[in-house]
T-cell receptor, first 112, second 113 residues
Framework: ETGVTQSPTHLIKTRGQQVTLRCSSQSGHNTVSWYQQALGQGPQFIFQYYREEENGRGNFPPRFSGLQFPNYSSELNVNALELDDSALYLC???????????FGPGTRLLVL | GENVEQHPSTLSVQEGDSAVIKCTYSDSASNYFPWYKQELGKGPQLIIDIRSNVGEKKDQRIAVTLNKTAKHFSLHITETQPEDSAVYFCAATNIQGAQKLVFGQGTRLTINP
């Protein structure tokens, strides 16, 4: 059974740029949730995708957007990067939106 | 919306002793409470979870208790080992909707040999 994978592992961008982060869900899982974890804090929910549709969104601005593909992998896109977007971005997959979420290793984003 | 408070923020115990981490939640609709362990440079790893129809759950050295009336839940680790050193997060959600996990602030647990 393959676990949740994310790419890239690290990324450095400058303010105003755009970034795309990728996540492959665990085998058999059809739901992907994205979280932002600032240094020293708990993860904060960004949004969830279930069968290619957005299924809930946290308190993040529209410049945070996502996609889920037919193979259930997912992308997180962030436009107009701000310094405060520097964080660890985590994706978690689950079987259905109501089951246990399993996290990937995360992508560390640094905005300069 | 849901708010989860976690205490203590840091905890240091001697190897072999027990460690207890406590969380409180605000939303009475929350019915699923997972605990995650996060090691440096890694994503959170699920270690145990509990649903609201159960008051206690145990898995080897790890146990979780839930008091729905008081909106408290706790993680208990017995016979601690050096590899238990990590940051631990509690979380809460209502699994009837989109499973938006709301996390506590984390507890940095250090096991002293």
């Amino acid at each position: 059974e393959t676990g949740v994978t994310q790419s890239p592992t690290h990324l450095i961008k400058t303010r105003g740029q755009q970034v795309t982060l990728r996540c492959s869900s665990q085998s058999g899982h059809n739901t992907v949730s994205w979280y932002q974890q600032a240094l020293g804090q708990g993860p904060q929910f960004i949004f969830q995708y279930y069968r290619e549709e957005e299924n809930g969104r946290g308190n993040f601005p529209p410049r945070f957007s996502g996609l889920q593909f037919p193979n259930y992998s997912s992308e997180l896109n962030v436009n107009a990067l701000e310094l405060d977007d520097s964080a660890l971005y985590l994706c978690a997959s689950s079987l259905g939106g109501r089951e246990t979420q399993y996290f990937g290793p995360g992508t560390r984003l640094l905005v300069l | 919306g849901e708010n989860v408070e976690q205490h203590p923020s840091t905890l240091s115990v001697q190897e072999g002793d027990s460690a207890v981490i406590k969380c409180t939640y605000s939303d009475s609709a929350s019915n699923y409470f997972p605990w995650y362990k996060q090691e440096l440079g890694k994503g959170p790893q699920l270690i145990i979870d509990i649903r609201s129809n159960v008051g206690e759950k145990k898995d080897q050295r790890i146990a979780v208790t839930l008091n729905k009336t008081a909106k408290h839940f706790s993680l208990h680790i017995t016979e601690t080992q050096p590899e238990d050193s990590a940051v631990y997060f509690c979380a809460a959600t209502n699994i009837q909707g989109a499973q938006k996990l709301v996390f506590g602030q984390g507890t940095r647990l250090t096991i002293n040999p």
